[in-house]
């Protein structure tokens, strides 16, 4: 038999509506100084595609609404709750005090490979990913509970933002 392309309304796809009532995967994603707009809405698709609770933007990271953002968010910027916060390490401390693991995804000394990163059952994670071209802050780099690192085997070692969102949502529910 050949395999046939599922049309749209055989997805099965929540509505707006359906999704904000979910029951969500213990985690949300944090967006620090991110200057590419159309990385944000990426982002907020993948959000949706795993159903994370919360979106944090923070520093310079733009928001919504805006066109570029929308264009590449395909409508999960209605769906996925978002919050701006324009101090990170603050809101990585809030985080923190209220019971949440801070995990940074950076190339860092002393850093945990994604493939040994074991979440613990019932806590909540929140991923920090930084600018394009710095990474994540040093400060917070600092304030993480965890480090991750993706292992890269190519000659950039530079992941896209948004990819690298995506392999961290989806190694994160695989494992929980």
């Avoid at 620090?32 to 933007?57: C, E, H, M, P, W």
């Avoid at 850093?111 to 040994?116: G, I």
């Avoid at 990163?117 to 400060?139: C, D, H, I, L, W």
Wanted: proline residues 4%; contains cysteine.
């Amino acid at each position: 038999m050949i395999p046939r392309k599922l049309a749209l309304d055989e997805l099965n796809r929540l509505t707006v509506d359906d999704f904000k009532n979910a029951e969500k995967f213990p985690y949300c994603l944090i967006l620090d100084d991110i200057r590419s707009l159309n990385n944000v809405g990426s982002v907020f698709r993948t959000a949706d595609a795993f159903r994370a609770q919360k979106i944090y933007l923070c520093g310079i990271t733009g928001t919504p609404p805006h066109r570029d953002i929308t264009k590449t968010a395909l409508g999960a910027t209605e769906s996925v709750s978002w919050e701006y916060v324009p101090d990170v390490v603050t809101l990585a401390r809030q985080l923190q005090a209220a019971g949440w693991i801070v995990a940074a995804v950076e190339q860092a000394e002393g850093s945990t490979s994604l493939t040994k990163f074991s979440p613990t059952v019932g806590k909540q994670y929140a991923f920090v990913f930084g600018n394009e071209v710095n990474g994540v802050r040093n400060e917070l780099v600092e304030a993480a509970d965890v480090v991750l690192e993706i292992p890269q085997f190519g000659t950039k070692h530079s992941l896209n933002i948004a990819v690298t969102a995506g392999i961290v949502c989806w190694d994160f529910l695989q494992k929980t």
